[in-house]
T-cell receptor
Framework: DAGITQSPRHKVTETGTPVTLRCHQT?????MYWYRQDPGHGLRLIHY???????DKGEVSDGYSVSRSKTEDFLLTLESATSSQTSVYFC????????????FGPGTRLLVL | QKEVEQNSGPLSVPEGAIASLNCTYS??????FFWYRQYSGKSPELIMF????GDKEDGRFTAQLNKASQYVSLLIRDSQPSDSATYLC??????????FGTGTRLKVLA
């Protein structure tokens, strides 16, 4: 299994509070991704990173920000959580863009009350 | 408009039968195609990837790609109850962008 961990694995928070999810990899892969998975929508890309300090938006980036200060860590922040951000969040890594597979972390279940 | 389409299922097959899962995509520039298996409450795990037209076999799994018709399929031979899961099709055009289908739920009946 690819060395990817996510923390926390489960979180319950209240509307309006900031939340940060962490993705940590030990594979030294260049590309890192954050997805959310919701019933009926499949996996949707929130943000991705193509190197340290290099990030870009995905299809559902509103309300989310990211940071990558080290190769191994990719943080996803919900600045002010809303109930619509209740979801399962997956981090993924890839050694290159598009040509090779992505490897997924175990996921974080987030409930915003 | 969805870019990667899958029948949500459930697709039910008896144990030992062949399960056939299909996926269509809209971007003709797509270059890489992936099948992931996802058990309930778990993360997606890669089963197969295919880049060229034709068939690619790996054990009980065969991926089939037809770029002219814009579809990719996954065949599972000798289906086992442990194959019961949701199967996600993903497509990449060679950039950062991987587009996922919503998945097909497979149930293998013992």
């Amino acid at each position: 299994d690819a060395g990817i961990t996510q923390s926390p694995r489960h979180k319950v928070t209240e509307t309006g509070t900031p939340v940060t999810l962490r993705c940590h990899q030990t594979e030294n892969h260049r590309y890192m991704y954050w997805y959310r998975q919701d019933p009926g929508h499949g996996l949707r890309l929130i943000h991705y990173s193509y190197g340290v300090k290099d990030t870009d938006k995905g299809e559902v980036s509103d309300g989310y920000s990211v940071s990558r200060s080290k190769t191994e860590d990719f943080l996803l922040t919900l600045e002010s959580a809303t109930s619509s951000q209740t979801s399962v969040y997956f981090c993924a890594i890839s050694p290159s863009q598009g040509q090779e597979t992505q490897y997924f972390g175990p996921g974080t279940r987030l409930l915003v009350l | 408009q969805k870019e990667v389409e899958q029948n949500s299922g459930p697709l039910s097959v008896p144990e030992g039968a062949i399960a056939s899962l299909n996926c269509t995509y809209s971007d003709r520039g797509s270059q890489s195609f992936f099948w992931y298996r996802q058990y309930s409450g778990k993360s997606p795990e890669l089963i197969m990837f295919i880049y060229s037209n034709g068939d690619k076999e790996d054990g009980r799994f065969t991926a089939q790609l037809n770029k002219a018709s814009q579809y990719v399929s996954l065949l599972i031979r000798d289906s086992q109850p442990s194959d019961s899961a949701t199967y996600l099709c993903a497509v990449s055009s060679g950039t950062y962008k991987y587009i996922f289908g919503t998945g097909t739920r497979l149930k293998v009946l013992a």
